[in-house]
């Protein structure tokens, strides 16, 4: 079992920064990569970004060059920095821990809502 915590969302203004953290607890060292997906209303839940635990990243075509994704291996905890926000990046982003054993395990955090305004 793996537990996600995130922090870090709310509101700002277009043109702005946030940061988002995600706390990794339980059965860190079956974690295969760990990402950031997220949920704006009426849509699909979507891929921002992931990092292997080879530190390979990969990202959504609509956050390059914005979005980086990054992580403290001592700490557990994945990072999402999030610049020059647009009002379409506005929805609730979730923590994702992928676990690959026989099958497939993914795993979610709560969510946090990151609101930009136009």
């Known amino acids: 079992q793996v537990q996600l915590v995130e922090s870090g969302g709310g509101l700002v203004q277009a043109g702005g920064s946030l940061r988002l953290s995600c706390a990794a607890s339980g059965s860190i060292s079956s974690i295969n990569a760990m990402g950031w997906y997220r949920q704006a209303p009426g849509k699909q839940r979507e891929l921002v970004a992931t990092?292997?635990?080879?530190?390979?990243?990969n990202y959504a075509n609509s956050v390059k060059g914005r979005f980086t994704i990054s992580r403290d291996n001592a700490k557990n905890t994945v990072f999402l920095q999030m610049n020059s926000l647009k009002p379409e990046d506005t929805a609730v982003y979730y923590c994702?821990?992928?676990?690959?054993?026989?099958?497939?395990?993914?795993?979610w955090g709560q969510g946090t809502q990151v609101t930009v305004s136009s």
């Open positions: 994702n821990a992928l676990v690959v054993l026989v099958i497939r395990y993914d795993y």
């Open positions: 990092i292997t635990r080879g530190g390979t990243t």
